[in-house]
């Protein structure tokens, strides 16, 4: 037996360390356990140990890899993490160099989501112009949820304490698990059927896991196919589903989601109260007007009426009687007389029958700029917010405008805008 020459430790530690960077097995080894002694140096970088039931293995993870992270990771969490092995020689430590960690059995499920998302989002189910805007004053809401749940709770409470007057239908469905995905889409189509002004989709907080039955393809694709405006209210406002890409409108909770479908109810009882009065200011001062107009009218029309033409001719005509009974006793001015008389007499039928157009025609005019003699002819006075409306451009898309007619008015919505041209 040959005698070697004892190695120092450095010596020893410092093959060990080779060894075992040289080798292939151990340059990128996949491992999993329980996060524990986890220490964030100011530097940066992290030291913890990995460990199971029976086993422990130090671990250091340098700043550049702790800068990719995209989790609040924490001790206790079960951990994948990814590195090379590799021997500390100051204290002959082994440890495991980590450049990428994540939560255990996520990463392939993120994987997944990432893909599908994809595909649905290339097929252009995602796309914002099909997005439909949500109704200003719903009637008629649909819920989707777990019958008896916090999420069912929070949505009815909200929808109670906004907007009392719509009435909700529940449907009640499973929303995590076996069978959860049939059972919601079931709950979809008996919702979609119901003539709903808009339908929400509502389920608590929980962890990818538990939120797993909203991200699956068939209720992605039902939901892009319902006919009925959607809202999402699902987990935490920081929890995201591929449901919230195909919805409407995405809640960030259920108590959002419920939020964004409802108005206040004093909000609107007062913005409408504000509505009437203006109208009934415009009213009164359109009626001022046109009464102003009306009596100035009947004022020049009482000035030229022929009536007063034909009493201040006749004091004249009968003052000309007068003196031509002193003059009738003589004959020789009889002819001249009867001359006069004719062309007198001519004169006034003239003179009356000229006012008696004027007459006629002033009547003709104040008929026209009577404010309700259009409406009797079936045409409307539109206008919004104080303000005429004779264009297409004094209004834009989802205004509210009033309709007068003669016998009430209307008040509707503006759905579109078409140009017309006339030569």
């Not at 595909?119 to 949820?145: H, M, Y």
């Not at 699902?234 to 989601?257: K, M, N, Q």
């Not at 503006?414 to 041209?421: G, H, L, P, V």
Request: hydrophobic share 35%; proline share 3%.
């Amino acid at each position: 037996m040959s005698i070697q020459t004892p190695l120092t430790v450095t010596d020893l530690n410092r093959i060990i360390k080779s060894t075992l960077e040289t080798t292939p097995f151990f340059e990128r080894v996949s491992v999993f356990g329980e996060l524990s002694n986890l220490t964030k140096a100011s530097s940066g970088h992290w030291y913890f140990t990995l460990k199971d039931k029976t086993s422990r293995l130090s671990c250091v993870m340098f700043s550049s890899a702790v800068r990719h992270l995209n989790h609040p990771f924490k001790e206790g969490d079960q951990v994948e993490i990814n590195g090379r092995i590799t021997l500390y020689e100051a204290s002959g430590t082994l440890q495991l160099n980590v450049n990428h960690m994540q939560l255990f059995g996520i990463g392939a499920l993120y994987a997944q989501l990432e893909q599908l998302r994809l595909k649905l989002q290339k097929e252009g189910l995602f796309d914002q112009n099909r997005k439909r805007a949500l109704p200003r004053f719903p009637q008629s809401i649909g819920l989707v949820t777990s019958i008896g749940s916090a999420a069912q709770a929070d949505v009815l409470k909200t929808i109670r304490s906004r907007w009392p007057i719509a009435s909700v239908t529940s449907y009640g469905s499973l929303v995590q698990g076996e069978g959860s995905v049939n059972e919601l889409i079931q709950a979809l189509q008996q919702a979609d059927k119901a003539n709903h002004d808009v339908i929400i989709i509502a389920r608590g907080g929980g962890s990818i896991e538990d939120l797993w039955s909203f991200n699956h393809e068939s209720l992605v694709r039902f939901i892009a196919s319902m006919s009925t405006i959607t809202v999402s209210g699902v987990g935490h406002e920081s929890d995201t589903t591929l449901i919230d890409y195909v919805v409407d409108v995405r809640g960030p909770t259920p108590t959002g989601a419920a939020t964004l479908v409802t108005p206040l109810l004093n909000e609107v009882i007062s913005h409408f109260d504000q509505l009437e009065l203006r109208l009934n200011q415009s009213i009164q001062q359109r009626y001022n007007h046109a009464f102003l107009r009306f009596q100035n009218l009947y004022s020049l029309l009482h000035r030229l009426s022929p009536q007063k033409w034909i009493e201040k001719r006749s004091f004249a005509l009968e003052s000309l009687r007068l003196k031509l009974n002193q003059l009738i006793q003589r004959p020789q001015l009889n002819y001249q007389l009867n001359l006069k008389q004719q062309k007198l007499e001519q004169t006034i039928h003239l003179y009356v029958e000229r006012r008696h157009q004027l007459l006629k025609s002033l009547h003709q005019t104040l008929h026209h700029v009577d404010y309700f003699q259009p409406l009797q002819r079936g045409f409307a006075y539109v206008h919004s917010q104080d303000k005429q409306v004779v264009s297409i451009s004094d209004v834009n898309v989802h205004d509210t405008i009033t309709i007068t007619l003669k016998d009430g008015s209307l008040e509707t919505q503006i759905n579109s805008k078409k140009e017309n041209y006339y030569e």
